[in-house]
């Protein structure tokens, strides 16, 4: 299993899986963050693995011809304290991700359960991972993969497990997840109030926004933000390079860019360029999102080689990127727009569960948006190709057959079904780290007594999740306590809404 392998190891596989799609840099700095999280804080605890039989279409009654899939879930109970059989029980949501044991063997969860001598379970999302069926991935099957049947998944989850261990109202159910998840967990609490008596909801964009300009905002004053090591001059220089950039750009200077950049091959359009700025733009949000989550690679470390003396910004860029890029084992930078486009519109079923772009494209094209624009009136530091929102509702359109006119309403409806930031709940806790761009589109100010934001200056995505340690900002370490304290009150509450 992947929790013995050394990280040298890891970064073979991924090299190995380099085709260096736009967000393929981003997939691999996700995955190496979390496989560092692991490798680090892993337990090593019993897993147990099992599958549910989920109906695609929760919504309309059965029929003959109905599809089923088998949805993974995995369980641990070492901590439950089963003994009087009234222990709590947390529920881990998975993500737009592969999920596997390790998610329920390290992270804050534990801490919890243990502190509450409750029994945890992972459930993996529907269209991800292995929790997939044949041609689930065509443009008809994948209408199925929307938030609203993710949440039915878990109500049936739920009835399914309380049944299976014997459960009673006794058993008090937690909802815990971050990023996507996050959402989820709130919006879980928020329909199905009588299966859970609480949710933690960590980075939880639950506002959908087509125009997500906000992400890139956060980027830049996270560069600025001197709590990580951040300094004006730092998010100055690199606005200065990518000005620099957006020139050479302007000048089809093509020739000094690819060698600067490495680029794979030759630009042969202006949606290769498109998806040039856009892979930069990948690493260095990577970098941000998960600042200090990963061991070699952040703020610190980028405005350390983006304000020393010597040299202009742009050639601080360029020895940047190619730093980075040798770093993660890749020899070029792959800006064929093309390619990208087919590999989103591939609709074969990977076998080893690994893929999630396709699918969360398609979640972002129907239900969510978050385009991260960088448009020129906004503090975004990038090149200004980015600015085009037309190019992502292109790729909806061009991909799923989603025009621009059915993006808004889905994330229209999205807001209306949940309630953007002021989802009408209760015992639900938002934590969100300054530093996080996410946070621009989740809760950020209490609602009521009972739902509530916990906001840490200085941390990143979803960094409560991890296990503490003791590097960690005493701040993160009183987000912790405070979730956990809120956990426990609600566990001495009846299922309500
Ligand atoms: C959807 O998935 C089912 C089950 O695998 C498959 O039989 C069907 O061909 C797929 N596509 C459509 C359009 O129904
Ligand atoms: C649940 O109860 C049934 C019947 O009493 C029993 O056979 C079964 O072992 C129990 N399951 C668990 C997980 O305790
Ligand atoms: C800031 O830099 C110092 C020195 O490199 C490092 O020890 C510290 O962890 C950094 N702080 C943050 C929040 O990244
Ligand atoms: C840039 O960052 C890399 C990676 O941490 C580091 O090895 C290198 O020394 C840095 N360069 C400068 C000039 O700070
Ligand atoms: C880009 O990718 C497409 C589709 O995979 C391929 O046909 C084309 O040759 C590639 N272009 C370059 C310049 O490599
Ligand atoms: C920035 O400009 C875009 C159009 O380019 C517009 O839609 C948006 O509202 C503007 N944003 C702000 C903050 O002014
Ligand atoms: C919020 O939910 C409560 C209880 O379900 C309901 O009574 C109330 O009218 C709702 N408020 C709004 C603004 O929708
Ligand atoms: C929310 O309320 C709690 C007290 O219940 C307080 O400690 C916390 O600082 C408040 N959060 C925000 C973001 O104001
Ligand atoms: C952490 O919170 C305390 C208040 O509890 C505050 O005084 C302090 O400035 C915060 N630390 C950081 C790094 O923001
Ligand atoms: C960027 C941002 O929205 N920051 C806000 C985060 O939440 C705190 C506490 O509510 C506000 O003071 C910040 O303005």
Known sequence: MSRFSSPLVLLLVFVLRVSCL????????????????????????????????????????????????????????????????????????????????????????????????????????????????????????????????????????????????????????????????????????????????????????????????????????????????????????????????????????????????????????????????????????????????????SITTVCRNMTYTDDTPYAKLVQFVQNYLAHMGMRCLNNNYTSFVTSLKNTRLDPLGKAWLRQWFYQTCSQFGYFQTCEANTSCVYSTMLADLPHYLDICCDVFGLPEKKVYQGVAFTNSDYGGKTPNGSKIVFVNGSIDPWHALSVLTNLTTSELAIFIPGTAHCADMGSPSPQDPHNLTAARWEVSRLVGMWLQTYYEA
């Open 22 to 297: 736009r967000t393929e840099i981003f997939s691999k700095f996700r995955e190496l963050v979390h496989k560092e999280q692991y490798m680090r804080w892993g337990r090593g605890d019993f897993i147990e693995e099992g599958t549910i039989k989920q109906p695609l279409d929760h919504f309309h009654p059965p029929t003959q011809k109905s599809i089923t899939f088998e949805q993974r879930y995995w369980m641990n109970s070492n901590y439950w304290n089963n003994y009087y059989r009234d222990g709590p029980v947390f529920l881990y949501i998975g993500g737009e991700f592969e999920m596997s044991g390790d998610y329920i063997d390290s992270g804050h969860i534990l801490e919890m359960a243990e502190q509450y001598r409750g029994l945890i379970f992972g459930v993996e999302h529907r269209f991800y991972g292995l929790s997939t069926f044949e041609k689930c991935m065509d443009n008809y099957n994948i209408t199925f993969l929307t938030s609203q049947q993710a949440l039915a998944d878990l109500a049936h989850f739920v009835t399914f497990a309380r049944k299976l261990y014997n459960m009673t109202d006794a058993n008090k159910w937690i909802a815990y997840g971050g990023s996507y998840a996050g959402s989820l967990s709130a919006w879980f609490r928020l329909k199905y109030p009588k299966l859970v008596v609480g949710a933690v909801a960590s980075s939880a964009p639950v506002e959908a926004k087509t125009d997500f300009q906000g992400y890139h905002e956060v980027v830049a004053s996270s560069f600025a933000s001197t709590l990580v090591n951040g300094s004006a001059k730092c998010r100055d220089n690199l606005k200065l390079a990518f000005y620099k950039l957006d020139e050479m750009i302007e000048r089809e200077d093509f020739p000094t860019l690819a060698r600067d950049f490495r680029f794979c091959q030759k630009i042969s359009s202006k949606n290769d360029v498109w998806q040039f700025t856009k892979n930069l733009a990948n690493i260095f949000d990577g970098i941000v999102q998960y600042n200090n989550e990963n061991g070699e690679y």
